[in-house]
């Protein structure tokens, strides 16, 4: 499936950390779109379904050959109080853990009554670091059927590790990888063996939270950790936003073909594209 280097990532649409309304999620759908985003990537889990609700909303109106979707399985919505803090949400849904066949094929349907869609472009397997053999013997069958029957063209893993990601990659057969927090300037883990391993057998990588909640989406304050604030301090040598690095940094390795970010507001949109199309000198990949 080719990607564009640069999509928007769904958590915020969510009310991931803090609490938006539909209308400005659809803004920030829109300041997307407007200046020139066509992947959007949601999950079931990002605000228990609100996320998924409000993309699809927002992208009702477009022509559906015109833009990507993806979305996640793993995680059933159902009504309940949650067992975490990620979303700025009334307690009325929670997800359950839900890596066999018939819940695959539920939470496919599911988003797709959320969204709005006919189809998604691509499905991740999200987060399952304690189910792996369930995950392996059970949903990526069930994904892989939907692919073999045209109901999905892509199929693959969202995690935040590298290395059930690389075990994935040996005993399947997946086409992309979403890859949260360990290809960034703070964490690189998925450099040593998934990234290689991904170019080595043609399996594309999407980048993801590159900003790791904010730290490097804005020039770090005196308080920031001291490692961010040697990122900043090199950045600011070669005249290059802190969120141009974070951005770009990614798109160095082979196997990664797009990087996402989130956002709570327009500007926020604007401000990340702005940074993504900075020009940056080779020799501050060097420094960092």
Not at 139 to 152: F, H, I, N, S, T
Not at 178 to 202: K, Q
Not at 229 to 252: D, E, K, S, Y
Request: charged share 25%.
């Amino acid at each position: 499936m080719e990607l564009p280097p640069i999509g928007l990532g769904g958590g915020p649409l969510g009310n991931y950390l803090t609490s938006i309304t539909d209308e400005q999620a659809h803004a920030v759908v829109d300041a997307a779109w407007d200046g020139g985003v066509r992947y959007f990537d949601s999950a079931p889990f990002y605000g228990y379904g609100r996320s998924e609700r409000r993309l699809g909303a927002a992208l009702r109106h477009r022509p559906r050959d015109s833009f990507l979707v993806s979305t996640k399985v793993g995680r059933l919505v159902r009504p309940g109080r949650p067992d975490d803090d990620y979303f700025a949400v009334p307690p009325t849904h929670r997800c359950e853990w839900d890596f066999s066949r018939d819940g695959v094929l539920r939470s496919v349907e599911e988003s797709l009554d959320r969204l709005g869609l006919d189809r998604v472009d691509a499905l991740f397997i999200h987060d399952p670091d304690r189910h792996w053999p369930q995950a392996l013997d059970e949903a990526y069958p069930a994904l892989a059927a939907l692919r073999d029957q045209g109901v999905v063209d892509a199929i693959g893993v969202g995690m935040n590790q590298a290395e059930m990601l690389v075990r994935f990659v040996r005993h399947a057969d997946p086409d992309l990888l979403l890859v949260a927090n360990t290809c960034t300037l703070l964490r690189r883990s998925a450099l040593a063996e998934l990234l290689p391993l991904c170019a080595e057998r043609g399996v594309g990588a999407i980048a993801a939270s590159v900003f790791h909640r904010g730290l490097l989406a804005t020039e770090p304050s005196s308080s920031a950790p001291p490692d961010v604030r040697r990122i900043g301090a090199a950045c600011a040598r070669f005249g290059v936003p802190v969120a141009a690095a974070a951005l770009r940094f990614p798109l160095r390795q082979p196997a990664v073909r797009s990087v996402l970010f989130g956002a709570h507001t327009p500007d926020q949109v604007k401000a990340n594209l702005a940074a993504f199309d900075h020009e940056i000198p080779p020799a501050l990949w060097q420094a960092l």
